[in-house]
C-alpha cells in the first residue's frame, strides 16, 4: 500500500512541477501546442502544477500515516486516476484526440486507478467502504 502511494506522490509530483516550471514545453509535449497568453500559462502552472502537487503531498502523508489513512489514500488515488482517465477518453471520443500519447497516459491512469482499487481490496476494504 505504502509503495503504490509513494509511486502516486512521485508520479504527481513531477507532473506537477514540470507543469510550474515548463508549462510551454509540457503543454506542447501533451498538446501539440502552447497556451496562448500570460494568463493561460498561469492558469496552466496553477491547475496542472499546484493541483498535481497538492495531491502528491496528499499520498505522501498517506504513505507516511496509518493504515486507515493509507486505505484513505488508495481510496483517492482510485478515485483521481479514474476519473482522469474517464475524462480523457470522453475528450478521445468527442473530440477525436486519440494520439498514441493520449493512449499511452490513458493506459497509465487507467492502470493506476486499478491498482489502486486491488491494493485496497487487498486490505479488505473497498473503494466505497470506510
Not at 6 to 34: E, N, Q
Not at 67 to 78: C, N, T, Y
Not at 98 to 106: D, E, R, W
Amino acid at each position: 500500500m505504502r509503495t503504490l502511494l509513494i509511486v502516486d506522490a512521485v508520479s504527481f509530483g513531477v507532473f506537477g512541477l514540470a507543469f510550474i516550471f515548463l508549462p510551454d514545453f509540457c503543454a506542447r509535449l501533451t498538446t501539440g501546442t502552447a497556451p496562448g497568453t500570460p494568463a493561460a500559462l498561469t492558469d496552466v502552472r496553477a491547475i496542472y502544477g499546484g493541483m498535481a502537487l497538492g495531491l502528491a503531498s496528499f499520498f505522501w502523508l498517506a504513505a507516511a500515516g496509518t493504515a486507515e489513512i493509507g486505505r484513505l489514500g488508495l481510496r483517492v488515488s482510485a478515485l483521481a486516476f479514474g476519473f482522469i482517465a474517464l475524462a480523457r477518453s470522453i475528450g478521445i471520443a468527442l473530440d477525436g484526440s486519440g494520439t498514441p500519447l493520449m493512449y499511452g497516459f490513458l493506459t497509465l491512469e487507467t492502470l493506476a486507478a486499478v491498482l489502486s482499487v486491488l491494493v485496497l481490496r487487498r486490505t479488505g476494504r473497498t473503494v466505497l467502504e470506510a
